[in-house]
């Protein structure tokens, strides 16, 4: 009845693009100085239910120079001398 492969994919897939998008919203957090962010209350932004989101209420993430170099290495384009094979 479910090709199971394919629903994994599906999963797979949207398990991504939140996860992009996470990153998406604590990168333009942190560009507007915004250096914690309480993951409790991330998750309840998101639209997580708030008994899931209580688990993370003891979580803070740091947003410092680390996280803006890995974003900044994400998002910035590759060498143009760079020769694709």
Same mark, same amino acid.
């Given at each position: 009845? #479910? !090709?199971? !492969?394919?629903?994994?994919?599906?999963?797979?897939?949207?398990?991504?693009? #939140?996860? =992009?998008?996470?990153?998406?919203?604590? +990168?333009?957090? +942190?560009?507007?100085? *915004?250096?914690?962010? +309480?993951?409790?209350? =991330?998750?309840? *932004? =998101?639209?997580?239910?708030?008994?899931?989101?209580?688990? #993370? !209420?003891?979580?803070? =993430?740091?947003? !410092?120079?680390? #996280?803006?170099?890995? *974003?900044?290495?994400?998002? $910035?384009?590759?060498? $143009?001398?760079?020769?694709? +094979?």
């Amino acid at each position: 009845m #479910f !090709d199971t !492969d394919n629903d994994n994919n599906d999963t797979d897939t949207d398990d991504t693009e #939140f996860q =992009l998008q996470v990153l998406k919203l604590m +990168h333009v957090l +942190h560009k507007h100085g *915004i250096e914690t962010v +309480h993951m409790g209350g =991330l998750a309840r *932004i =998101l639209g997580v239910d708030d008994t899931t989101a209580a688990e #993370f !209420d003891n979580k803070v =993430l740091v947003l !410092d120079e680390e #996280f803006a170099k890995y *974003i900044g290495d994400m998002v $910035s384009p590759g060498d $143009s001398t760079q020769t694709l +094979h």
